[in-house]
């Protein structure tokens, strides 16, 4: 059974920077892409960004453009989020996922194990 954990969540200012860290165990990582979404209470959890099981593709929200980079280091199993220029918008519950494709989708459907997920909060 594959398993993720997300590492890396916390409290920051606008404009600060955080990296959040996916790392998976338990089953085949690097055949598969890998996404990060989020959630805020009472909203439905929304696409951020995905990779593709190489990493040579990639995907935004326009969101959050030019401001996140999502890569991954398949021989460790992780994948990771830079989120910089952090606005109070960005704060909720970041999940990471793993897909059943070798390409990128940016579908909640699509994607078949989920993290327990890390809170990021930015403070105007």
């Known amino acids: 059974q594959v398993q993720l954990v997300e590492y890396g969540g916390g409290s920051v200012q606008t404009g600060g920077s955080l990296r959040l860290s996916c790392t998976a165990s338990?089953?085949?990582?690097?055949?598969?892409?890998v996404g990060w979404f989020r959630q805020t209470p009472g909203k439905e959890r929304e696409f951020v960004s995905a990779?593709?099981?190489?990493?040579?593709?990639?995907n935004y929200a326009d969101s959050v453009k030019g401001r996140f980079t999502i890569s991954r280091d398949n021989a460790k199993s992780t994948v990771y989020l830079q989120m910089n220029s952090l606005k109070p918008e960005d704060t909720a519950v970041y999940y990471c996922a793993r897909s059943e494709s070798l390409a990128v989708v940016t579908m909640r459907q699509q994607y078949g194990y989920w993290g327990q997920g890390t809170q990021v909060t930015v403070s105007s």
């Open positions: 338990g089953g085949p990582f690097g055949l598969y892409s």
């Open positions: 990779i593709s099981w190489s990493g040579s593709s990639t």
